[in-house]
């Protein structure tokens, strides 16, 4: 098989060390749970529950909207106390359930039974993804029923299951794949059913060698299973990256992984699967990393879907001497929160808490043409270039210079010299350019 | 020597004479009174009628195709100008017209969330959680209206609101499209009585965020003349084809309405370093 290194990338300090020996904790049920109704990327599900109603564990608390979308379920039984706009941790104020829990945490009807798997075909492993909720845990929150059903034309020959896990300072999916193998390639045997594929790899940073260690020994008495061992570079983790670095496969340009036949799947996920289908439960909770140094205990909790990050990090011990920076997601891709109000997602892998020594306010400086972000772009874009144009509002220069194509990693920002908000500009140049079709349509 | 001169010379005459024959030959027919109302118009190119440039606007008058008074930056002394032109007779038509911010949420009287470190433009910073201002509604003071207007007439006050120069700004409405927020109106110069907030926001957030935001209490909606101020969706929005007497500004108990004569507004920062700068 083809493959090495991809093009780019930079090498942040990672800070694993802090949270990647503690074991998974699951969290006590919280005062107050702030379930978003926008979960998934695609259509938000319509709520289906008002002020004052009771849910059971697992009810369903909102309905999909067309294919790409899925339901949402009441993450513990309660009573629904109201409905109202909070920060969602992606940087807007959106929708949301507030859910009291009554500490019984009983799920509803017919949830929560194992059953074997042995007689479901595709279609109703896919179908049970569906009914689940399940979305791509790694961050993205793509449905994941409508990755697993990919147009004919398309066939897909290879899963991946991604455990690279390249952000710095989480360590929620090693956790996952150190306690959990077993779980994880059952859960990925039923997402290799759905898609009809034989062979499947692991991929797993170097960085994590406990984590290689126990999924090949779980591994090695199955069949079809690969566990590779990647370079610890980061963006590791990204779907197109990834699929290079194992397979020397590209995915072209505004295409997706299916177009180079390959599929790739967060550990997450996996594990969420393996729930659905064996247990029949839908995805209500999540392990989320709490770390960083400005807080008093790093850990690896299993956290329910809405628990507040307020709640998750006195959990933890609190916020370590002088605040600083509180990030949902890792440093490098993550959104820094402005209210401990912003609520577990079922995206959200990680809250890193930055203590105050450790962040600056930079001032950005006119880019030099130092060309530095050039060599760190793992997409073989000019982001000098396109920065540059967007300062300018020249967006329709942006667009032929191929800025639709940025995964926004970070990687041109972390190196500039000049501190220039890299991301922050494409991220507005892609705005621009999804209004003006939006317009055009 | 004399050669060469000869030369050359009988070559410019051939020239010009080809170049003569072929003007009348190919010449293209324009419509004098475009380039007429062309040398009328500003000049400026802004786009403020909606059109690519002033010599589009010039031909689609001259057809008949735009009115004669289209161009907002030239008000009534072009229109009369090019109605001269096209010989029609142009009434006059809703007087000058000006920018103004419906926003008075200074960094002073309303609270902001979070300190905001990214690109100093108000639409980028306004994608992330809507911006650092706790009011969603209000200016985001990152100037990006002063930034587009293409007469230089807007610039930042410290206190971080926008400041539109009434001398000169055209009413050509760039930075109404460009405020992400949509806060910026294009009002008439001659109108008095303003309601400063764009909040929609219910009075007890307002209350808790601003000094001078909306709390809709109905106050200048019973002062004002029946129709005038209308109550949407938790704010005062002002119809302004009426005439308020100034006295409704007095019965707003947040401060929110202000008497404002547009035409003679100053920005008091810049005489207060103008005298400053005397003295020193």
């Known amino acids: ?441 | 020597m004399l050669t060469a001169v000869i030369a050359l010379s009988a070559l410019a005459l051939f020239s010009s004479f080809l170049l003569g024959i072929v003007a009348r030959a190919f010449a293209v027919p324009v419509n004098p009174k475009v380039e007429e109302v062309e040398g009328a118009l500003p000049g400026a190119n802004c786009g403020g009628c909606g059109l690519p440039g002033c010599s589009e606007l010039a031909r689609r008058i001259a057809e008949g195709k735009a009115d004669i008074d289209a161009c907002p930056v030239g008000g009534e002394s072009v229109a009369l100008k090019i109605a001269q032109i096209m010989g029609t007779s142009f009434e006059g038509g809703a007087g000058r017209k000006i920018a103004l911010i419906l926003c008075n949420g200074d960094d002073q009287v309303t609270a902001k969330r979070f300190h905001y470190n990214g690109v100093r433009d108000c639409t980028s910073a306004a994608m992330l959680f809507g911006g650092d201002k706790a009011c969603q509604y209000g200016c985001l003071g990152l100037g990006t209206c002063v930034g587009i207007c293409p007469f230089q007439a807007m610039r930042m006050l410290p206190n971080g609101l926008p400041f539109v120069d009434p001398a000169k700004c055209t009413a050509c409405g760039k930075c109404v499209i460009a405020c992400p927020k949509k806060i910026i109106k294009l009002v008439s110069m001659d109108k008095r009585v303003h309601i400063l907030c764009s909040s929609h926001d219910k009075g007890a957030r307002v209350r808790k965020i601003c000094r001078v935001g909306c709390i809709a209490c109905t106050k200048c909606v019973k002062e004002a003349p029946e129709g005038a101020i209308t109550m949407q969706d938790g704010l005062a929005v002002m119809n302004y084809d009426f005439d308020i007497p100034d006295a409704v500004a007095a019965s707003c108990p947040m401060n929110t309405i202000h008497v404002k004569a547009l035409e003679s507004s100053v920005d008091e920062t810049e005489q207060v370093t103008a005298v400053a700068g005397g003295a020193g």
């Not at chain 1, 020959?157 to 710095?168: F, K, M, Q, R, S």
């Not at chain 1, 699967?273 to 995805?283: G, T």
């Not at chain 1, 912003?342 to 995206?347: E, L, M, N, Q």
């Open chain 1, 1 to 441: 098989m083809a493959g090495g290194k991809f093009f780019g990338g930079v090498h942040p300090k990672y800070h694993k060390e802090l949270a990647s020996s503690r074991p998974i904790e699951p969290m006590p049920l919280p005062g107050k749970l702030i379930v978003y109704f926008a979960q998934n990327l695609g259509a938000a599900p319509k709520p289906v529950v008002k002020k004052g109603d009771v849910v059971k564990k697992g009810q369903v608390i909102a309905e999909p909207q067309g294919f790409v979308s899925v339901p949402l379920h009441a993450p513990t039984s309660g009573s629904v106390q109201a409905i109202d706009m909070f920060p969602h941790p992606v940087g807007a104020d959106m929708p949301a359930a507030v859910i009291v829990p009554d500490g019984k945490d009983e799920w509803a009807p017919g949830l929560d039974a194992e059953r074997s798997a042995d007689g479901f075909d595709a279609e109703k492993i896919k179908g049970i993804i569906r009914e689940a909720g399940l979305v791509g845990m790694g961050g993205a929150t793509f449905p994941t029923h409508v990755k697993l059903s990919p147009p004919k034309e398309k066939p897909i020959d290879l899963l991946i299951v991604n455990g690279a896990e390249c952000e710095p300072y989480l360590t929620s999916d090693h956790r996952l794949m150190v306690e959990k193998p077993a779980e994880i390639l059952e859960g990925a045997s039923f997402l290799a059913k759905a898609l009809g594929v034989e062979q499947v790899i692991v991929a797993i940073e170097n960085n994590k060698p406990d984590a290689i260690e126990t999924i090949r020994a779980e591994a090695g008495g199955r069949g079809g299973y690969t566990v590779r061992a990647l370079n610890v570079v980061y963006p590791q983790g990204a779907e197109r990256q990834l699929i290079f670095a194992l397979t020397g496969r590209r995915v072209p340009a505004g295409g997706l992984p299916m177009d180079v036949g390959v599929l790739v799947q967060n550990v997450g996920t996996a594990l969420a699967a393996y729930e659905a289908v064996r247990f029949n439960r839908p995805l209500v909770e999540r392990v989320v990393s709490v770390t960083g140094r400005g807080i008093t205990r790093p850990a690896n909790v299993l956290a329910k879907i809405g628990t507040t990050f307020g709640d998750a990090i006195a959990f933890c011990g609190g916020e370590r001497g002088e605040s600083g920076k509180v990030i949902s997601g890792g440093p490098m891709m993550g959104v820094a929160q402005y209210s401990l109000e912003a609520s577990i997602t079922k995206g959200t892998s990680g809250i890193v808490i930055l203590a105050r020594e450790e962040i600056a306010q930079f001032v950005s400086d006119p880019c030099i043409r130092c060309g530095r972000c050039v060599r760190a772009c793992p997409m073989l874009l000019n982001p000098s270039a396109l920065s540059i144009f967007v300062e300018r509002l020249h967006f329709d220069d942006a667009d032929s210079y191929h800025v639709a194509d940025c995964i926004e990693c970070g990687c041109c920002a972390y190196v500039c010299p000049s501190r220039r908000p890299m991301v922050h500009h494409f991220r507005r140049a892609k705005a621009e350019m999804r209004s003006k079709a939006a317009k055009a349509s």
